[in-house]
Every structure is written in C-alpha cells, then in structure tokens.
C-alpha cells in the first residue's frame, strides 16, 4: 500500500494533531509513505531525517491554496500512491476532490475537536464542502462524532481516536532527573500540566488558584510544561502568585524524549480545559490526560467536549467544570490528600490505557480503513 499523506500538523511541532499523526506515520505503511508537509527549520530537517516514511515540506503552512495543490499533484505523482490521507478534514478537505481526481486514488482524513466545533456555531456546511469529496472521514470520540454525523457528507465515519505509546509512557519511566532540573524537591508532591499554552487549556486557572491548593498543601508544587502565545501572561501570572517561592515553575517547552519523564515526575496531572469561542474552541479528546494515564498518573480533567471521555471519573481522574475555581481546588487538594487513591487509581488508568488506548490496536484499525476504501 502506497501512501500520500498531505498534512499542516507534524511533529516536531507540538500538539495533539502532530503526535497522533506521528505515530500513525511511525506504524502504518511507513516505507512506502511520502509526507507533504508544513515548512520547517533545522530541528524538522534533523526530525524527518530519522523517519521511514519521507517528507517533503512545502514553502509555508499547508493551506488549501492552488499552490498547495500543484505541489502535493507534482510529488504525488511521482510517488503513485493508491490512497491520499489528510492530516485534519478542515481546512483541507477542500482539496479532496482536485487530489482524489489528480492522482485517480481515493481521500481519506482525520478529524479532531475543531471541525466537531463548526456545526455548533452554525458552520456545518463547511463541514458538508469538506467531506463530500472524501471516501471515510476518522473521528476521536463520540463527542466530536455526534456533532459531525449530521453534517458529513462522506459515505463512511469510522472511529480512530489517538492513543498512546504505552511502551515510553510508562509508571516505570524515571521522573527524578526532571524535578531536578525543574528545582522540586524529590520528594514533593507535584501537580502538573503539559499542554500547548492557549486558554482553552485552563493553565491560567492552575496558575491563579495554586496559592489556594498551597495553604492545605504547603510543600507542594505546580510545574507547567509547554510553549504557546499564553507564555508571557502565566509568568506575570505565577509572579503575581508567588513565583518560586510559592512552589510555581513555568518550565517551558519540552523535547520529544523527554516527555513521559515530564508525566513520571508528577503525583497528579491537571489540565481544566474549557470551551471557548462560542465552542469552536474545543477539547476534541485530550491525548495529554491518556498520556498521564499510561504514566500511572490521576488526572484532573475539564468537562470541554470529549475530554470526560479520557477519563474514569472516580476511577482514574476527576472532570471537573474548567470554569468552577472551586471545583478545580477541591478536585486537586482530593487528589493531593489521599495517596492510597492516587495509587489505586494509578493502576487502574495504567491498565485501562493499555487495554483501549493503545496505539497498536488502534493503527491497525486505521490500516484496516485504508485496505477497505482501496479496495472498494
Ligand atoms: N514535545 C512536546 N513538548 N510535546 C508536547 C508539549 C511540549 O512542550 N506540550 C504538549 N505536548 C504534546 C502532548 O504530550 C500531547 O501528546 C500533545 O502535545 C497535546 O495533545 P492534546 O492534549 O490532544 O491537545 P491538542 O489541543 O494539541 O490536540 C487536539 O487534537 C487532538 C488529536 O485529535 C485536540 O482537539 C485534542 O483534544 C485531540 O486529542
């Protein structure tokens, strides 16, 4: 099976689209994969370098613009693919049609929490132009599926969330070297978060109330992992809530590699993530709650779109309203005061991931999908 994939979201950026796209590069079909891809610096050389698969990145970000078009069509021919893959259905599945007809091949494209969003504030139809040209459209949760199914227009929805790794993140990664080089204590007790920097992510909230979790929990600390246009606003913010002294690190953006250690050195990882703009912006899963999970970590989630869906609520983790500053506290004070339960539920997340979020079943799901609309 020969396969082009045509996609803005790539790792070595961070986020939850270039990491799932990531691993189904790294285990479907990767020899006989070419990637189109966004424009990259040196680290993204170096990145594509070590892939199976070969990318090919394009001038700028990947729009849906003739440009885009004529490039992926120039490659793609040369490459003779028997199937195209969309890294996300908006706004690329606009092209789906000019790829599908160029290269004579079906067009297959994920979906995630944005186009699940649309709908919502009345924009279906730019799901309907997006997937009409489309043989299956993936989705991430029965969330994002029930918003979309109104609206898409491709014969067949089939679920392929994100999972995880769950031979790097493991309880048995070793956290240690990273509260050193954070400045925690070994043995602190850490709540944490590793997001993107944006507001839907709720770090403003964790930063904000930490002094409250503080006074019942003084020698605990707060670490935020990440990088976003929200950087310079948290640190006036954590220097407004004490800085260091009050037990806050901003520690900014972490390399690839060093990610499960990020979830290890944690005793409780918190992302109250809420909706935002009218819900166009929106948690479509949460790969970062699965990814703690695995790590045997509880997590305190926000109730935006399918992200209760990465959670055992009472088992695993707490959802709580990303807006509800007590709830927030109270869901990470529970947490902090009851190591017996943040143990218990640390296995039982660990077990559950393996069980249904493991990238291995869930890349062979998407393998199947793709011998199903060749061959149709
Ligand atoms: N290397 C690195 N460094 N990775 C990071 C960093 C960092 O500093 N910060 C976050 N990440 C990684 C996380 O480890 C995780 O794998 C991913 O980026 C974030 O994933 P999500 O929590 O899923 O968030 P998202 O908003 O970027 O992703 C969107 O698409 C996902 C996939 O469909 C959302 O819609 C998610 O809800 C959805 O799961």
């Avoid at 040196?42 to 070969?54: F, G, T």
């Avoid at 979830?263 to 699965?290: K, N, S």
């Avoid at 007590?326 to 902090?336: C, E, P, R, S």
Wanted: net charge neutral.
């Amino acid at each position: 099976m020969r396969v082009l994939w045509l996609t803005n979201d790539l790792p070595p950026r961070a986020g939850g689209i270039q990491q799932f796209v990531g691993n189904l590069l790294d285990r479907v079909h990767p020899d006989d994969t070419l990637v189109v891809g966004p424009a990259g610096d040196d680290e993204a050389a170096a990145h594509d370098a070590r892939q199976r698969y070969r990318t090919v990145r394009l001038p700028g970000p990947v729009f849906p613009t003739p440009r885009t078009l004529r490039s992926t069509l120039t490659v793609g021919r040369s490459h003779r693919p028997d199937v195209v893959v969309l890294g996300a259905s908006w706004p690329l599945g606009e092209l789906a049609g000019r790829l599908g007809d160029g290269l004579g091949v079906p067009v297959v494209s994920l979906s995630h929490g944005l186009e699940a969003g649309l709908p919502g504030v009345g924009l279906g139809r730019l799901v309907r132009r997006a997937t009409r040209d489309l043989a299956a459209l993936t989705t991430i949760s029965d969330w994002t599926e029930d918003r979309l199914r109104p609206h898409v227009a491709a014969p067949r929805l089939v679920r392929v969330p994100p999972g995880v790794d769950e031979e790097r993140f493991t309880p048995d990664v070793d956290g240690g070297r990273l509260r050193e080089r954070w400045g925690v204590p070994p043995d602190a007790p850490l709540v944490g978060c590793v997001s993107r920097l944006v507001p839907r992510k709720g770090q403003d909230r964790l930063v904000r109330l930490w002094p409250r979790v503080r006074a019942a929990h003084p020698d605990a600390w707060l670490v935020v992992v990440g990088e976003g246009p929200l950087a310079s606003r948290l640190a006036r913010a954590a220097a407004d809530a004490g800085g260091r002294q009050a037990g806050i690190v901003l520690a900014g953006r972490a390399p690839w590699e060093d990610l499960p250690a990020c979830y290890a050195a944690l005793d409780v990882f918190a992302m109250p993530c809420r909706t935002r703009l009218a819900g166009t912006d929106v948690e479509g899963l949460g790969i970062v709650y699965l990814e703690a999970q695995a790590c045997g970590v509880p997590v305190v989630a926000g109730d935006s779109g399918g992200a209760p869906e990465a959670v055992r609520p009472g088992e695993t983790g707490t959802v709580v309203d990303g807006r509800d500053d007590d709830a927030i506290v109270a869901a990470i004070d529970g947490w902090l005061a009851d190591d017996r339960g943040r143990a218990d539920a640390g296995a039982v997340g660990r077990a559950w991931v393996e069980r249904q979020w493991s990238w291995t079943a869930i890349a062979e799901r998407f393998a199947r999908l793709l011998d199903d609309v060749v061959g149709a």
